[in-house]
């Protein structure tokens, strides 16, 4: 079974802090993503990694940095909290779609940050 | 900008009732389509996906969803719900192979004994 793990299912920071969210899967994934999903507004790609070392961003990136040094883990790095960031964050890997895989992603159980 | 539209936000069933999640996207070209759900309390989940071939597609559960090109559209359907569908049903799409996913704004879907 494909896993991918969160560091945290729930945090609470401050304004102004520096926050980190850890992501991991087990499968081997090329690729890795980091979603924020908001009630009304599903899920919104913030950034992506294609391989190590690499990251793209993606709809909504303002705000956020991302780390992938190693192929298994990928980090999420809020450099200032602000309120405006209280989400649940998931995190996804799936193998290239054009390895025949057919670009499945697999989800982790998702980050409940609160930013007071 | 392509765009995934899901246009029940909020559906509510009795139980043995059948179900059709509508999902229109924008985009011409080759297309992967996915339903995802969400359980209550639990990560989100594959459903169904279409790549090629028949564009009817069964996934988990009893569900199917039908790819029709002409209307961009990927409507799930199941003929007889039950409690325990009850949560987000979410329609991804991934254009042109690119491995990025579009996602909808999903449906909560609640059924009701």
């Known amino acids: 079974d494909v896993k991918v793990t969160q560091s945290s299912r729930y945090l609470v920071k401050r304004t102004g802090e520096k926050v980190f969210l850890e992501c991991v899967q087990d499968?081997?994934?090329?690729?890795m993503f980091w979603y924020r999903q908001d009630p009304g507004l599903g899920l919104r790609l913030i950034y992506f990694?294609?391989?190590?070392?690499?990251?793209e961003k993606g709809d909504i990136p303002e705000g956020y940095s991302v780390s992938r040094e190693k192929k298994e883990r990928f980090s999420l790095i809020l450099e200032s909290a602000s309120t405006n960031q209280t989400s649940m964050y998931l995190c996804a890997s799936s193998s290239p779609t054009s390895g025949g895989a057919g670009g499945e992603q697999f989800f982790g159980p998702g980050t409940r940050l609160t930013v007071l | 900008a392509q765009s995934v539209s899901q246009h029940n936000h909020h559906v509510i069933l009795s139980e043995a009732a059948s179900l059709e999640l509508g999902c229109n996207y924008s985009?011409?070209?080759?297309?992967?389509l996915f339903w995802y759900v969400q359980y209550p309390g639990q990560h989100l989940q594959l459903l169904l996906k279409?790549?090629?071939?028949?564009?009817l597609v069964k996934g988990i559960k009893g569900f199917e969803a039908e790819f029709i090109k002409s209307k961009f559209s990927f409507n799930l359907r199941k003929p007889s719900v039950q409690w325990s569908d009850t949560a987000e049903y979410f329609c991804?799409?991934?254009?042109?192979?690119?491995?990025?996913?579009?996602f909808g704004t999903g449906t909560r879907l609640q059924v009701f004994p």
């Open positions: 990694s294609y391989d190590v070392k690499m990251k």
């Open positions: 991804a799409v991934d254009i042109y192979n690119t491995d990025k996913l579009i």
């Open positions: 279409y790549f090629s071939g028949d564009p």
């Open positions: 985009y011409g070209g080759t297309v992967n």
């Open positions: 499968m081997d994934h090329e690729n």
